[in-house]
């Protein structure tokens, strides 16, 4: 592929300054937290058995570490993706998380302060030259406590090399097929995973029991559809009208976004005109995710998942793993390839390390790494947990 040239130059201005914040008009309700898990496919009583959360060391219902990002009204990527880049497109490139301790549950207002960070420029075979860009975002309560911080990345590309990737090429349009057997197959392997969460329960997962070497279990979960991954973006608070204080620094054709992908997403003028306008499940950059035609017009062979949606997957199986006295402290994942409608997640990992940290912590180190059916990687993770010390 010929390498198109990006201009990035409208970038530089807006590097280490802050954006208008990601603010939500109401606190968060228990229903929020249970559309999110089951749009996540995380069956953790913790976050939807208001029975079992009362018997938890919380007493009530929380919400899992992944729900930050639901907060924000842009998957997190608002910093990572500003300044100009004329006619081009936008994909995640990873995530990375610093968690800090408080939990979330209802009755919290979660408010985002965005920084745009740096970016650098490589070369893809996917599309030439490609703009690496990142920015940070920190999820604060209605206390002021400081719950998580998100490096957003995100990979954007011209829209000729987008184009090129997917010129007279149809290969990857059609969804695989799955027979009942390998489907009842498929539900068997998905539920090995829950049990693990049920035979955990409210116990602790002891740093003590844990061994360096040691295999997670295997959590599955697909086929992926157009009506899983809208079940997620409804998930996403943002997407609901009128419940963000929606920016007025945000113009989709000003960052680049080309012609039919540049829609007034989240615009709060026209969210008051005709909200079905700004809703980006059917006009604007988001709608690729849903429509197999325009998922093609920015070089995907059909509708694919969100990479904020991937980074919670990730979460939730590390956190699932850790159990309720347990934290992810810090994950750091890296974004490769979308999950695609038809294609299945398979996530496993690794204990690789085991330690104390200089905060007194007692910390498993694991890697994390997300495939589809025919062995792609998706995405490659690595964590540290905190977990609890059997008392002597």
């Known amino acids: 592929m010929a390498t198109s040239k990006l201009d990035c130059s409208d970038l ?9 914040p990601g603010r939500m008009v109401e606190p968060i309700a228990n229903a929020d937290i249970r559309r999110w898990v089951q749009a996540m496919h995380y069956p953790n009583r913790l976050h939807y058995d ?3 959360a009362m018997q938890s060391r919380f007493g009530e219902l929380i919400a899992p570490q992944s ?3 639901s907060a924000d009204d842009g998957h997190g990527a608002a910093p990572a993706c500003i300044g100009s880049i004329p006619n081009s497109h936008m994909l995640f490139g990873g ?7 408080p939990r979330m549950k209802a009755g919290d207002r979660i408010w985002n302060e965005r920084i745009p960070y740096d970016y650098t420029i490589k070369e893809t075979k996917f599309a030439g030259e490609t703009c690496f860009q990142r920015g940070d975002n920190f999820y604060y309560n209605q206390d002021g406590s400081l719950i998580a911080k998100q490096r957003s990345t995100s990979i954007r590309y011209s829209q000729a090399a987008g184009e090129a990737s997917q010129n007279d090429n149809s290969a990857g349009y059609d969804d ?7 489907l009842e197959e498929l539900e068997g392997r998905k539920y090995s995973w829950i049990k693990m969460l049920h035979e955990l329960g409210h116990s602790p997962r002891y740093w003590n029991d844990v061994v360096i070497n040691a295999e997670l ?15 997620e973006w409804r998930a996403y608070s943002f997407t609901q009208w009128g419940s963000m204080h929606r920016r007025t620094d945000l113009n989709q054709a000003e960052l680049g976004f080309v012609g039919p992908m540049a829609g007034p997403e989240q615009d709060p003028i026209e969210e008051a005109n005709n909200p079905e306008n700004t809703d980006g499940a059917y006009i604007g950059p988001s709608r690729g995710h849903l429509f197999p035609r325009w998922a093609r017009y920015i070089g995907m062979p059909r509708g694919y998942g969100y990479g904020a949606s991937m980074g919670a997957w990730i979460t939730d199986y590390l956190a699932g793993w850790a159990g309720e006295w347990g934290m992810i402290r810090h994950c750091a994942a890296n974004y490769r390839s979308p999950a695609l409608t038809g294609d299945i997640t398979i996530m496993t990992g690794t204990v690789i390390d085991k330690y104390v940290d200089t905060d007194g912590r ?6 994390c790494k997300m495939t589809n059916q025919l062995g792609a990687v998706l995405a490659t993770a690595k964590a540290e947990i905190e977990l609890s010390r059997r008392p002597a």
């Not at 995530?95 to 301790?101: K, Q």
């Not at 695989?176 to 390998?182: A, G």
């Not at 157009?226 to 079940?231: A, D, H």
């Not at 007692?362 to 890697?367: H, K």
């Open 50 to 52: 208001a029975m079992f």
């Open 12 to 20: 530089e201005r807006y590097m280490g300054k802050p954006l208008q």
């Open 67 to 69: 729900f930050a990002v």
């Open 176 to 182: 695989p097929v799955w027979t009942d057997d390998e």
């Open 217 to 231: 279990p295997e959590r599955v979960f697909g086929p992926h559809s157009i009506v899983s991954f809208t079940t």
């Open 95 to 101: 995530d990375e998380w610093w968690y800090y301790g």
């Open 362 to 367: 007692d910390i498993v180190a694991v890697d």
